[in-house]
């Protein structure tokens, strides 16, 4: 198709499947497609932008022309700077369609020149989302199959790792002076029990 930069924007936190699946058709049409991770997101991510980078890099791998990098501010002047061609975004169900028009709408009103291209991921995993595996996966229910295996392992050990540090913040939270204010029901029922 078209020769040219696209860029892939996103949080990828963490990135899916469905994320990887849209990279490799989108390696297929473009010249060269960057896949730019939010640097300024106001969520607060379960994984570091550096994190995310390194995932990232290690899942695309075989991509030959497919670049990771990350971004701050307005996307489209991102891309300006990337002189890329256009923007690459997923829709996977309806649900999709609002928020991405809406985003697609508000971008070519900033920057004119630049385009959005849809592409829908396979359909197997047209209800895979970042959020729903990140719910399911400290809810301790399994990910195979929604996330690639590197992915799978991070946020096994994301979880352990919050596991191991959950007794320390609750013995930090029980010697915090509340000032005569009430204690967190739960805590104060840990509290009873030791
Ligand atoms: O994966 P996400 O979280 O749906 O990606 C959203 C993203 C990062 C593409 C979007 O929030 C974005 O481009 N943010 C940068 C700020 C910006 O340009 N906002 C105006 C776009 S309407």
């Known amino acids: 198709m078209n020769k040219g930069i696209a860029i892939y924007p996103g949080s990828f936190d963490p990135p899916t499947n469905g994320h990887l699946d849209l990279m490799e058709r989108g390696a297929k049409i473009f010249e060269e497609l960057v896949v730019a991770i939010l640097r300024n997101s106001e969520k607060s991510p379960m994984f570091s932008v550096a994190e995310r980078l390194e995932m990232l890099r290690a899942l695309t791998g075989h ?68 959020r729903l595996v990140r719910e399911v996966a400290q809810a301790g229910g399994p990910v195979k199959g929604l996330v690639p295996e590197i992915v799978e392992q991070r946020l096994r050990d994301k979880i352990v790792t919050a596991k191991q540090a959950e007794p320390r913040a609750i013995e930090i939270l029980d010697r915090i002076d509340l000032g005569g204010k009430e204690l967190d029901p739960k805590v104060a029922k840990r509290k009873k029990k030791a």
Do not use: H, W
Not at 86 to 103: H, K, N, T, V
Not at 104 to 122: D, G, H, I, S, W
């Open 63 to 130: 991509l030959k022309n497919v670049r990771i990098d990350t971004f701050d501010g307005l996307m489209v002047e991102y891309a300006k700077s990337m002189q890329a061609i256009c923007i690459l975004r997923g829709i996977r169900a309806i649900s999709d369609y609002e928020y991405e028009l809406q985003m697609a709408l508000m971008n070519r009103k900033l920057e004119p020149t630049l385009e959005t291209v849809f592409m829908m991921p396979a359909d197997k995993y047209s209800y895979v989302s970042s």
